[in-house]
């Protein structure tokens, strides 16, 4: 924290005398108002978003990523006191400097600090010496992530098990029987205890938790569960029952839900009001000219918790009698002229936000499929199903990500179905905007691939 002053102080006299034509009187004159809110600030915004650098298992990309939320938060306050503090006069040029700046900065020295504290502790200095109950495939697992992390901060000395088979396999690391953990741990200022003992020996579990309690000792439970489950998992207590869910559900929340609805409810309207009436015209006109048919293209789709619902979209292709049950193809001869265009450009779409007003589509979600689609792959792909946990959207983070359009093999709609699993799974508002914000920008695109 202390650095984390030094670089908000020094990059803002730094960019201070670095913008030459910036009003120099203005600055000398006010310098002290803008220094205290961007003191004052920062100790709010490591509050919402505390440092961890020196925790044991910390990969770059989250210390990247906490630094951008720290000055982020930081930019936000100070942004709206000297609003306040200036209104017309605000200095809009130099903040936006500084915070690009400052956000360099903050990158450069936590990922630096995060790389000393791996050296020092990979030197032998600032570890934790603990030891593992159990020497299962548990065990054995967690002793090999705790090896491969080298600013865990733990050195592991070896394995407690009653199965003396384990010897051999172990070597120096077998360190006796489960009796004999508590001479041991005493000698060796041992402060954790791992226990991957399995749910059968729940006694031998119990004794050794107690004993690590009485002694001011660490215990840690390595769940047995995580042989066959390798992903976090949320703790939700029901009463005095400790429950573990599968996923993180963020939709699960109403007031989530609420906020995902009012903007699909707004968006929606705003997109209908705008833009449907004039492009319904035009494109109503242009299907009707390119072939003989309705102008929406009705199909029913597989919605939220599997019930099916009719999807409107404008028609692109000629009618056929597989339309139902076979996917638009590359160079798809029942396709028209304008049909290749509105699909290219996900125009044919926007029948749609009819579908999300009345609460059967969201704008973001993952893309509704064919119902022949929905039992054919909910028994092939696994956690197919699990995508039916939200609405369907218009668009969704598969999409923008490049899975879209035609489906050749099961590993397109495997990997299609882990972008909206993880989409379920880490939802949040600014999420929706920017994939809603990427989806409108691929319209104007020349290249996309897979859209037809």
Known sequence: MFVDLMIINGVFFLVYYTIEHLDARFFVREIRHMLLPLNLCYFISVYFVPIKIYFPVLHIDKVIQRAFSTVSLHAILVIT???????????????????????LA????????????????????????????????????LYEDIKMELASG?????????????????????????????????????????CALPDSQS??????????????????????YSIYIKKSLIFEPIGSVPVLAIRPEPLQYHYNRLIKRTLDIVFSLFVIL???????????????????????????????????????????????????????EKNDSRLTKVGAFIRKT????????FNVLKGEMSIVGPRPHMLNHTKLYSSLVDKYMVRHLVKP????WAQITGFRGEINNISQMEERVKRDVWYIENWTFLM?????????????????????
């Not at 791996?118 to 603990?130: D, H, L, M």
């Not at 009653?162 to 200022?189: A, C, H, P, T, W």
């Not at 404008?314 to 638009?328: C, L, Y």
């Not at 959207?393 to 969704?396: E, H, L, N, V, Y």
Request: aromatic residues 16%.
């Open 81 to 103: 006191c000297l609003f306040f503090l200036y209104k017309s006069d605000f200095p809009a040029q130099f903040i936006l400097t500084y915070y690009l700046s400052l956000y």
């Open 106 to 141: 903050f990158a450069i020295w936590r990922i630096s600090a995060r790389k000393i504290l791996t050296q020092y502790r990979k030197a032998g200095y600032n570890y934790k010496r603990v030891i593992i109950v159990g020497a299962g495939k548990n065990g054995r697992e």
């Open 154 to 194: 733990f050195r592991v000395l070896g394995f407690f098990d009653d199965n003396e088979s384990f010897r051999d396999k172990l070597g120096n690391l077998y360190l006796g029987k489960i009796d004999e953990i508590e001479q041991f741990v005493v000698e060796n200022d041992v402060v954790n205890v791992y």
């Open 203 to 224: 006694k031998k579990t119990v004794h050794i938790l107690n004993f690590c309690e009485k002694n001011m000792i660490r215990f840690y439970l390595v769940p047995e």
């Open 274 to 328: 705008i833009f449907f009436p004039p492009l319904y015209l035009i494109l109503g006109t242009l299907i009707k000219l390119s072939s003989p048919g309705h102008i929406h293209f009705k199909q029913m789709r597989t919605g939220i918790y599997g019930k099916d619902f009719v999807c409107y979209k404008f028609r692109s292709m000629r009618q056929n009698d597989e339309a139902d049950t076979k996917q638009a």
């Open 346 to 353: 996900n125009i044919d779409e926007m029948p749609q936000f």
């Open 393 to 396: 959207g218009i668009t969704g």
């Open 432 to 452: 929706d905007l920017k994939i809603i914000a990427l989806t409108a920008m691929s319209m104007f695109k020349r290249e996309r691939e897979n859209a037809y």
